[in-house]
């Protein structure tokens, strides 16, 4: 294990410890932040095993060459139709889809298509924009995906465009994806 | 969620089949990404505990419905880029601020930038993606939020 995440799970384990104690002598501002921390465990971590198996299978069965097809610098608009359909049917926003969207960059898709599917997939995904529409109206759910859609892919292409050359983003090349 | 899993369970039933020696790389590619990313997840939700703490929902309401709209919209993209919100508050709380009057264009910017604009998750997208990604990223997805917000506000009223 890296110093770092010795250091992260030590910062998590002590207010684990903080918050348990608080817990036994009744300390209320301890008990509501482990509430709070419950919660946000249970919203993030519920969705993120089934999210990262399923990277795993897309990083086993799917060549570099097929995404380079579909999603890579070739690709035109159809790259960007699929990057917005998988950002319809994504669940559990940026957390989910940080991942998701490495994984496409790993494997050869191309800036602008990872940043329609980043952003898409953090304010177009079906599943949320029944809940909205059901809290704000269809009307403005509607709306709001006809106004961003082609606001996200204007602006993934500007990015590409004007900073995609000297963007740095670490290269992960994992070791299964050669095959043994 | 249910779903997922659902799906996440077909995936792997089709894949054992095809290939269980496949199958059985998935699940530790997988399960090595989940790891590796792991701590810095808690630390994270740990972080957006603190802040819901100190800055609960309630709040949002008591400061949304003060100012005019304009100034609300700005106020309600700070607010919406810092704090890290979960469906299950976010949209009942939008609900909650549409019933109390609060105009479309702050309805928008503020459920936008709480999807799209994350200061407290910018750690983990630098982590995946390095700094000046992230920078930039958050930095146009702000002005997008923004532009929708305007857009938003001149269709359905409540900006003036």
């Keep these: 294990m890296k110093k770092k995440d010795i250091l992260l799970y030590s910062i998590t384990a002590l207010f684990l410890v903080f918050a348990l104690v608080s817990y036994f002598i009744e300390f209320d501002p301890g008990k509501q932040l482990l509430g709070n921390f419950w919660e946000y465990v249970k919203f993030v971590l519920s969705v993120m095993p089934a999210v990262f198996l399923i990277i795993g299978l897309f990083n086993v069965w799917v060549k570099r060459e097929t995404v380079i097809k579909h999603m890579g610098h070739k690709s035109g608009i159809k790259g960007y139709m699929l990057a917005i359909l998988l950002a319809f049917a994504s669940i559990g926003g940026l957390f989910a889809a940080l991942p998701i969207s490495k994984q496409l960059h790993d494997k050869g898709s191309k800036l602008s298509v990872v940043l329609v599917y980043l952003g898409a997939s953090c304010i177009c995904r079906i599943p949320m924009a029944l809940w909205e529409a059901s809290m704000l109206g269809i009307e403005f759910t509607v709306i709001r995906f006809a106004v961003s859609l082609p606001l996200i892919v204007l602006s993934s292409i500007f990015i590409e465009k004007v900073f995609g050359k000297n963007l740095d983003i670490p290269i992960v090349v994992h070791e299964t994806v050669k095959g043994k | ?160």
């Design chain 2, 1 to 160: 969620m249910t779903a997922l899993y659902i799906t996440c369970a077909v995936l792997y039933i089709a894949s054992l089949i095809a290939s269980p020696k496949k199958t059985w790389m998935a699940i530790k590619s997988g399960t090595k990404m989940l790891m590796k990313i792991l701590p810095q997840f808690l630390v994270i939700i740990l972080v957006m505990t603190f802040v819901l703490y100190v800055f609960p929902p309630e709040n949002i309401v008591t400061l949304l419905s003060k100012s005019g709209n304009w100034v609300n919209v700005l106020v309600a993209s700070i607010i919406g880029s810092i704090v890290v919100i979960p469906g299950f508050i976010a949209f009942p709380l939008a609900g909650i601020l549409k019933e109390i009057g609060v105009g479309y264009a702050v309805l928008a910017s503020f459920t936008t930038t709480l999807m799209l604009v994350g200061v407290l998750t910018f750690p983990l997208e630098k982590q995946y993606f390095g700094t000046k990604f992230a920078i930039i990223r958050n930095v146009a997805s702000y002005i997008i939020a923004i532009i929708i917000s305007i857009i938003i506000g001149l269709i359905l009223g409540g900006l003036i």
